[in-house]
């Protein structure tokens, strides 16, 4: 096999330096949306609760109307 003279080989420590900064980019990465997953499943948590007590109310007057209805009948 000749080489062919308009290629360079890339030395074995520039290829793990890149190996390596890409490794890191990919941790720091996954670190990001950890923090971003976390900080949404509060707000879910949050909007959960907020719909869970607006369905509360709601079958509450549900329930005193249909009673309302009940009693009339």
């Not at 080989?9 to 990001?32: D, H, N, T």
């Given at each position: 096999?000749?080489?062919?003279?308009?290629?360079?080989?890339?030395?074995?420590?520039?290829?793990?330096?890149?190996?390596?900064?890409?490794?890191?980019?990919?941790?720091l990465l996954l670190g990001?949306?950890?923090?971003v997953a976390v900080r949404?499943?509060?707000?879910?948590?949050?909007?959960?609760?907020?719909?869970?007590?607006?369905?509360?109310?709601i079958s509450r007057l549900?329930?005193?109307?249909?009673?309302?209805?009940?009693?009339?009948?």
């Amino acid at each position: 096999m000749t080489s062919t003279p308009g290629l360079k080989r890339f030395p074995e420590r520039a290829v793990r330096l890149a190996l390596s900064a890409g490794f890191l980019l990919v941790i720091l990465l996954l670190g990001a949306t950890a923090i971003v997953a976390v900080r949404q499943s509060g707000r879910i948590r949050r909007s959960v609760i907020e719909i869970t007590r607006d369905q509360l109310v709601i079958s509450r007057l549900v329930h005193d109307i249909q009673q309302g209805e009940n009693a009339i009948v």
